[in-house]
């Protein structure tokens, strides 16, 4: 964010309607910008409703249906009617007049605009979306305002949440998005001080059919005439403002109707018990709306009205902060219950969320981030490899090949493969002039188009590369534009809409997603990849002489690489000679499933009902037009052609997929399973060939709709009997899927495990899984079940699921020792009224309302106890259950502590050090693990671990063992150490199990969502700080107080690190590893490579030092967690594009790290936010001096006292000074390390910091008569 003092940059903001009264939304965000920006608005409607407060506005009348809520078919895309050109020329003017250094722009659709002008103006613009314009917006229409703002301009699209995943599926690449919620003054609105009850009841809003106001009139009337002396208040404005007046009126006027600015609202809405939001159903178009954050903010109940088919959405935007009803009758009820203090509560954290002034950074971060790089997309540098594989086809090779060469970018190379072409070879087909500019390679014998492309690629020295077919064409601008989207949105991969020309003219839209692939649907040749795509790939597959292209798309999309679609025929492909007429379908799709049987049996389900809609949704559209006209008919020929090619296209994949059904019979293991897909096989093809009896016979009947009932029929048949055989299972099948106990993602990780492959869940279940003792939940076991039906002499050789579904749940008989089903129906007696099957009770609510499974501490399985180091007998039979079993029946715990991973990172080493600090001095603790990791090994050696790692439900194993430990004896104190914020899945469970919850809080929770920062705050009876500043930004960031805290700083967790390795020797080391030489400076710095450790900051301090003292070295220990274009690639990239290539050096992540900081001599700290590292107290340890920036976090606290230098936040410059001094002055440099050294010894004492900590904790060691041997717990599964 710029400062308040130098000149504000400009953002030129488009609004549709402005100043509209009810846009309180954008409002609040231009009132949070004005402060750092110069903000000038444009908007095209004039509203006949302004707001008091507004901003310098241009009003542009604008009367085309262009940008919002309007068909694919209406919309101007080119701006190039009549009045998109008068209104482009006015906006051209409002931009040379003010000068805007940014766009910006409300609602979805305006990325037609902005985007439109970005490319012109080269600046950067970033679009707010809001509710209805993602919701509502046809699928088509969706899809290129995406592929627009994969644009390289494009800064950033604002979206709440729960769209993140509409946004994606159509085509948005995820570096664009950034989770938002709507914008409120909040801290104007907050009232949490509770207060009398007023008697008065308010309905706010745009006056407008979708508000359903005459509803909240209904509402009022009702109730005053039943008596209620509730008064009714409306504040509103809008077009049918006078339509609600007069419908109040002829009612009595049970309402007072009134308007006031928006800005008194936060008074207004304090004098109320509860908001009404009325909406119409039929309607539906009421998006989020901020007048209910409003109230939630102000304390009020919210009740609003249910609508169809968004019951999920409506739900997440309240987040338990206020009711749905469907029926304005149910309301009166409703209000005369008290509102609850709990959902009061969770109101005003998720009105919170919406703060202006917390999320304001949002979109400013948008743009820092875009400047930051701004150098980079306009000029990038990165060698581009155009590679075109060749072989007999002289006639568009030229034109080819000029097409590649006359790109506006200019770092390119050409090559060219001639694949043993001896009829037309290409040096007799290319120029002089074109093969001095392109390479060319030649094979010596014919060896195909794959290993062509493998060829040119291996030879090719690009970053990125685009391979062409040598009778298709790039247009001169398809690198330019595909680098620079690869650049701003980080993708891996970037393709565009392709132009067909020759026999056939058509602009086809690839959507190249996985399952679109994998229906042989969206595949290309030509794209932009970056080269470690290829790499990881391993290229072209050589062994498919048709379709490795497609191949090869399709497992860049399996990989999970980046990739996005940019709008624009950038691409132009040859329809001469090629298409479905002259490819062997049938063989292509035959190599396809044999090459990704894994991926086709994983998304078949997904496959059937993607290619059904797709016919459905051609037949639909044919179905209109023949409604329509007959004109519109014979219009949509082309496409009916199109879909009987596909159609049989379908038929020759179910073909393929028996083939390979015979093909593979032959292995004993699956043949059960692929007999039935054969059968299956048979079912679909019959299927098929009514879907096409009927299709052609609605084409030529007079009256459809019977037909196209029919046909919708058969396809819903289609996909059910794809993917389940018709057999005398199907009524076990429907009895598991209905009784609500069968987890199947609980059931697919069994099987992935042990390596099943499941198309069906649950006919797995029915026909292999029960066999090979494959759980169907972590709450039924099926081996104790079977030992519970011979307890009781029941003879059931079948399934046992069944069994209990059927008969075992009314006997009462126990699924796991994890759920006593008698138990549980004693004393739950409205369970047992309902009739309800109470495992499934359990699962669906049982759990979410706090109910016990069984009785609080009961051990059902020590028959299954583990003992000794290995285990006995017992121990397989123990391993099917979801249980966590004690190898040590006699150890007592004198406290549990939570790491939240074992990897060797700051956190878990600091758990490990305090473990063995407590253990020192006669405390025992109790380890558990969510994740495991590298440390295991020495957590093992030292303490009992509780490993939760293959567990699903690890709240509820984790209290299920410390249940069975209390029983037992076994643990001394409740107290409960949780050594993570990361730990916070656990706070809420342990706190209702009545825990003591001691919380180590080594993160900035402001990095942490609002709920989730709440939820550690009140669930901590005791929060410990590592330094002030992590403190401050809980305090600061929380709503609530902190009511028992401390700050303790950890120390240095080895305190002989630096002193088991001599300088010369650790220096020897260093050589060995980067080539650095005797005498070099070396600058260490250690941490994951991520922009937030600052390791692009690093880079050009490097760039700025080594430039002045050529013999500094500078080494980076860490890699990166990130997948992809992460920044660890990037700085990489950076450092071997400059002259330092040689002296900046990457080293991943090492077990020993001890010789690295002895042989160095300054430690660097990009960080932009760091807590309070371990590896600064590491560096100062080893007399390293070190240097950091202001505000990144703990090292301020730590250097406070010397020790080193803090420089201004991100001055890179004042970094790059800071090294350079103290290079030119060693005996400072010697001074402050030894200064650092003393510093960590006396300050940061890793003992002192365990005792503190058990002062503080009231932990204590247990008698001394208990044992104490060691040994491993764990969690089976």
Not at 360 to 374: E, G, I, K, M
Not at 927 to 956: H, M, N, R, W, Y
Request: charged residues 25%; proline residues 5%.
């Amino acid at each position: 964010m710029p400062s308040k003092t130098s000149r504000k940059p400009r953002v030129l903001v488009f609004i549709v309607q402005y100043p509209n009264f009810s846009e309180t939304y954008m409002h609040e965000e231009l009132r949070n910008l004005a402060e750092y920006y110069d903000v000038h608005i444009i908007t095209y409607k004039k509203s006949p409703f302004p707001r008091r407060e507004t901003f310098n506005y241009t009003l542009i009348e604008y009367q085309l249906p262009c940008f919002v809520y309007y068909p694919y078919e209406q919309v101007d895309w080119e701006l190039a009617q009549p009045e998109s050109v008068r209104f482009l020329a006015s906006v051209e003017e409002v931009i040379r007049e003010f000068k805007p250094d940014i766009l910006h722009g409300h609602y979805f659709g305006l990325t037609i605009l902005l985007q439109h002008l970005a490319e012109i103006h080269k600046l950067p613009f970033t679009v707010r979306t809001h509710s209805m314009d993602v919701l509502r917006e046809p699928a088509v229409k969706l899809e290129k305002l995406c592929a627009l703002s994969n644009s390289a301009w494009c800064a950033g699209i604002l979206a709440m949440p729960q769209f993140r995943q509409r946004l994606t599926e159509h085509g948005l690449a995820e570096s664009k998005l950034v989770d938002c919620f709507p914008l409120i003054n909040f801290e104007k609105f907050y009232k949490p001080e509770k207060r009398e009850k007023t008697g008065k009841i308010i309905c706010a809003g745009p006056s407008s059919p979708k508000k359903a106001h005459k509803d909240f009139v209904d509402l009022a009337l009702m109730m005053k005439e039943a008596g209620s002396t509730l008064d009714f208040d409306l504040y509103t404005d809008g077009y049918t403002l006078q339509d609600t007046v007069q419908y109040n009126d002829s009612k009595g006027k049970p309402v007072r109707i009134m308007y006031v600015d928006p800005d008194e609202m936060p008074e207004i809405y304090a004098q109320y018990d509860w908001l009404v939001y009325p909406a119409d159903p039929k309607i539906n178009r009421v998006g989020f709306p901020v007048g209910m954050v409003e109230a939630q903010a102000s304390g009020l109940g919210v009740l609003w009205q249910e609508l169809p088919d968004r019951k999920e959405e409506q739900l997440k935007n309240l987040q338990g902060a206020g009711i749905l009803y469907k029926s304005i009758k149910e309301v009166p009820e409703l209000l005369m219950q008290p509102y609850p203090e709990e959902m009061r509560q969770k109101g005003f954290e998720r009105a919170k969320l919406c703060s202006a002034k917390e999320q304001s950074h949002l979109l400013t971060d948008c743009w820092d981030r875009f400047a930051q790089q701004r150098e980079m997309i306009e000029k990038p540098a990165e060698l581009v490899s155009v590679i075109i594989s060749y072989f007999e086809k002289p006639a568009d090779l030229c034109q080819s090949v000029t097409s590649a060469l006359n790109q506006t970018y200019e770092n390119l190379e050409v090559i060219v493969v001639d694949d043993a072409s001896s009829q037309f070879p290409a040096t007799s087909i290319l120029s002089a002039q074109l093969l001095s500019r392109v390479r060319l390679i030649t094979h010596e014998k014919n060896r195909g188009v794959s290993a062509a492309r493998n060829t040119a690629i291996q030879a090719s020295s690009g970053t990125f590369i685009v391979p062409l077919d040598a009778d298709d064409l790039l247009h001169k601008e398809f690198v330019m534009r595909c680098v620079q989207a690869a650049v701003a949105g980080r993708l891996d991969a970037v393709y565009t809409q392709m132009q067909w020309f020759g026999d056939s003219e058509y602009l086809m839209t690839p959507k190249a997603n996985l399952v679109n692939l994998l229906c042989h649907k969206e595949g290309f040749p030509t794209l932009l990849y970056h080269r470690k795509v290829f790499d990881k790939i391993g290229g072209y597959r050589e062994d498919m002489p048709i379709g490795s292209d497609h191949q090869f798309l399709l497992s860049v999309a399996a990989e999970g690489f980046a990739l996005a679609r940019i709008e624009g025929a950038l691409w132009l492909y040859n329809k001469n000679e090629k298409g479905l007429g002259s490819i062997d379908v049938e063989k292509r799709m035959s190599n396809l499933i044999s090459s990704n049987g894994d991926l086709y049996e994983k998304h078949w389900p997904e496959v059937i009902a993607r290619l059904d809609s797709y016919y459905l949704s051609l037949y639909d559209e044919y179905h209109r037009a023949r409604k329509a006209s007959n004109e519109q008919v014979s219009s949509l020929t082309e496409e009916l052609d199109r879909y009987r090619i596909i159609h049989q296209e379908y038929v020759k994949v179910l073909a393929a997929y028996e083939r390979l059904v015979d093909e593979s019979s032959r292995h004993a293991q699956a043949l059960d399973e692929l007999n039935r897909l054969q059968r299956e096989t048979q079912l679909q093809r019959q299927l098929i060939s009514d879907l096409k009896n009927n299709l052609d016979a609605a084409i030529s009947a007079p009256n459809t709709a019977p037909f196209i009932d029919q046909l919708k029929a058969n396809v819903r048949s289609l996909k059910m009997k794809s993917q389940r055989r018709q057999s005398s299972i199907s009524a076990d099948i429907e009895l598991i899927e209905k009784s609500g106990i069968f987890d199947e993602s609980y059931y697919r990780k069994q099987c992935r495990r042990k390596n099943e492959h499941v198309v069906d869940p649950v006919v797995h279940f029915l026909e292999k899984g029960c066999g090979l003792n494959f759980n169907p939940s972590p709450l039924f076991d099926l081996n104790f079940y079977r030992q519970q039906l011979t307890l009781r002499r029941i003879n059931y050789p079948g399934n046992p699921l069944v069994h209990f579904i059927e008969q075992g749940a009314r006997l009462g008989i126990p699924t796991s020792p994890f759920f006593d089903t008698d138990w549980y129906i004693s004393n739950y007696s409205d369970v047992k009224e309902s009739g309800q099957n109470p495992l499934a009770h359990f699962i669906l609510f049982g759990a979410a309302e706090g109910r016990h499974s069984t009785v609080p501490g009961a051990n059902l399985c020590t028959d299954l106890r583990v003992e000794g180091e290995k285990g006995s007998t017992s121990k397989k039979q123990a391993e099917e259950t979801a249980s966590v079993l004690v190898k040590s029946d006699e150890k007592v715990y004198d406290v549990i502590i939570g790491l939240h991973e074992a990897s060797r990172t700051g956190a878990p080493l600091v758990g490990l050090e305090l473990a063995r600090g407590l253990k020192k001095r006669g405390i025992t603790p109790l380890i558990f693990l969510p994740k495991t990791g590298a440390l295991l090994p020495d957590l093992a050696q030292d303490f009992d671990i509780i490993d939760l790692s293959q567990i699903v439900e690890q709240q509820s194993a984790l209290l299920n063992h410390i249940d069975r430990l209390e029983a037992e004896g076994r643990l001394s104190s409740n107290t409960i150490i949780l050594n993570s914020a990361e730990m916070h899945p656990f706070h809420s469970a342990l706190k209702q199990r009545q825990m003591r919850v001691v919380t180590l809080f080594h993160e900035f929770l402001s990095l942490y969502p609002h709920h989730t920062r709440e939820s550690l705050r009140r669930h901590s009876d005791l929060a410990i700080f590592s330094c002030q500043q992590i403190l401050a930004d809980a305090q600061k960031h929380c709503a609530g107080p902190w009511t028992n805290f401390e700050v303790i700083s950890q120390g240095l967790i080895d305190s002989q690190f630096g002193r088991r390795i001599e300088k010369d020797e650790a220096i020897k080391e260093l050589v060995k590893t980067t080539g650095a030489r005797i005498g070099d400076f070396i600058v260490l710095a250690c941490g994951t490579a991520e922009m937030r450790k600052g390791i692009d900051i690093f880079v050009q301090v490097a760039k700025t030092v080594i430039g002045r003292f050529p013999k500094t070295r500078f080494v980076w220990i860490g890699g990166s967690h990130a997948a992809g274009s992460d920044p660890l690639t990037w700085a990489t990239r950076d450092a071997e594009q400059s002259t330092i290539k040689d002296r900046v050096h990457f080293l991943d992540t090492t077990e020993n790290i001890e010789p690295l900081f002895s042989a160095a001599d300054l430690f660097l700290l990009p960080s932009r936010l760091d807590p309070l590292p371990c590896v600064v107290h590491q560096a100062m340890a080893c007399s390293l001096p070190v240097v950091a920036f202001q505000g990144s976090g703990g090292v301020e606290e730590i250097l406070q006292d010397g020790g080193g230098q803090l420089v201004n936040y991100l001055d890179v410059p004042a970094m790059a000074d800071s090294i350079s001094q103290y290079i030119e002055n060693p005996d400072v440099r010697l001074k402050d390390g030894a200064l650092a050294a003393k510093i960590v010894m006396e300050k940061y004492n890793f003992e002192s910091y365990v005792d503190t900590l058990i002062e503080h904790t009231g932990v204590k060691p247990k008698a001394p008569n208990h044992a104490t041997s060691d040994k491993t717990l764990v969690a089976s599964h």
